[in-house]
């Protein structure tokens, strides 16, 4: 594997649990004040750590929000849960987003794993397979009513998907993905790449087309050569609320500009 030829980027992923909106709002605009390239949600409808039942805010509305209230960063969802909408209508709200934000918006989407959210909402969770299959079934209805809506979308928009998973998750990214986000170690997103580079042989499509992210923790210099020799160009830090302490970020972005030149 070749060393990265893009340039890095950073992104935060601002959870939106435990925080009045006016911390989130702010935080999204100090985010893109300090340089960050884009700025991420996530879609669930409780927290995922602390208090269970605390404060949280549903992911595409806020998208929308911060589509007027950022000018600069790339948004999006890290990532959409395909449970949650019909997969033509998501492609429209992505479009629309695309279109208030100036052509900014990712679409992050993934399988979805988080039970409280399907049964206190009334989903059919169903298994792990079966939600990738749903997914691997969503992914063309999306592209085909992009392709049809009026007005189009600004740009191509880009399509992110998260998710390891080496046999159905990571041959659906070959097909359809511009970005790949997993986590994990150094060890296990080597594994993860080769894994992606061969689904990429077997469909017939260039590895390099597609922009390879992680989430990231601790510091840059440890991890982040490590991470860029295996091609790996966007890196993105968590942080929750009350307080969103956005000193982790700060570094990773000093870190993105000592490697961008």
Same mark, same amino acid.
């Given at each position: 594997?070749?060393e990265?030829?893009?340039p890095?980027?950073?992104?935060?992923?601002?959870?939106?649990?435990?925080?009045?909106?006016?911390?989130i709002?702010?935080t999204?605009s100090?985010?893109?004040e300090?340089g960050? %390239?884009?700025?991420?949600n996530?879609?669930h409808f409780?927290? @995922?750590?602390?208090?269970?039942e605390?404060?949280?805010f549903?992911?595409?509305t806020m998208?929308?929000?911060w589509?007027?209230?950022?000018?600069?960063?790339?948004?999006?969802a890290?990532v959409?849960?395909?449970?949650?909408?019909?997969?033509d209508?998501?492609a429209d709200?992505?479009?629309?987003?695309?279109?208030i934000?100036?052509?900014?918006?990712?679409?992050?989407?993934?399988?979805?794993?988080?039970?409280? &959210?399907?049964?206190e909402?009334?989903?059919?969770?169903?298994?792990a397979g079966?939600?990738?299959?749903?997914?691997?079934?969503?992914?063309?209805?999306?592209?085909?009513? @992009?392709?049809k809506?009026n007005p189009?979308?600004t740009?191509?928009?880009?399509?992110?998907?998260?998710?390891?998973?080496?046999?159905?998750?990571?041959?659906l990214v070959? +097909?359809?993905?511009?970005?790949w986000?997993?986590?994990? &170690?150094?060890?296990?997103?080597?594994?993860?790449? +080769?894994?992606?580079?061969?689904?990429?042989? %077997?469909?017939g499509r260039?590895?390099?087309?597609?922009?390879r992210?992680v989430?990231?923790?601790?510091?840059?210099?440890?991890?982040?050569?490590?991470? @860029?020799d295996? /091609?790996?160009?966007?890196?993105?830090? /968590?942080v929750g609320g009350?307080?969103?302490?956005?000193?982790?970020?700060?570094?990773?972005?000093?870190?993105?500009?000592?490697?961008?030149?």
């Open positions: 594997m070749t990265a030829t893009r890095v980027r950073i992104g935060l992923q601002l959870q939106p649990q435990h925080a009045d909106y006016a911390a709002r702010r999204a100090e985010a893109e300090l960050a %390239d884009i700025v991420f996530w879609d409780y927290p @995922l750590s602390g208090e269970p605390g404060k949280h549903e992911c595409w998208l929308g929000a589509a007027e209230s950022t000018s600069r960063v790339e948004i999006g890290l959409t849960c395909n449970s949650y909408r019909n997969p209508l998501l709200m992505a479009r629309t987003v695309d279109h934000s100036g052509g900014r918006l990712i679409l992050g989407i993934g399988a979805g794993w988080f039970e409280k &959210d399907y049964v909402y009334g989903y059919d969770f169903g298994t079966s939600r990738i299959a749903d997914l691997g079934e969503a992914l063309p209805r999306i592209e085909n009513r @992009l392709a809506l189009a979308p740009r191509k928009i880009p399509v992110l998907i998260g998710g390891g998973g080496e046999k159905k998750t990571l041959r070959a +097909k359809h993905a511009d970005i986000h997993g986590f994990g &170690d150094v060890e296990v997103a080597s594994r993860k790449l +080769k894994i992606l580079d061969q689904h990429c042989a %077997d469909v260039d590895p390099a087309e597609i922009e992210s989430g990231v923790q601790g510091d840059p210099a440890e991890s982040g050569p490590k991470l @860029l295996l /091609g790996i160009t966007t890196f993105t830090v /968590g009350p307080d969103y302490d956005l000193s982790q970020l700060r570094k990773w972005i000093a870190w993105r500009d000592a490697q961008n030149g």
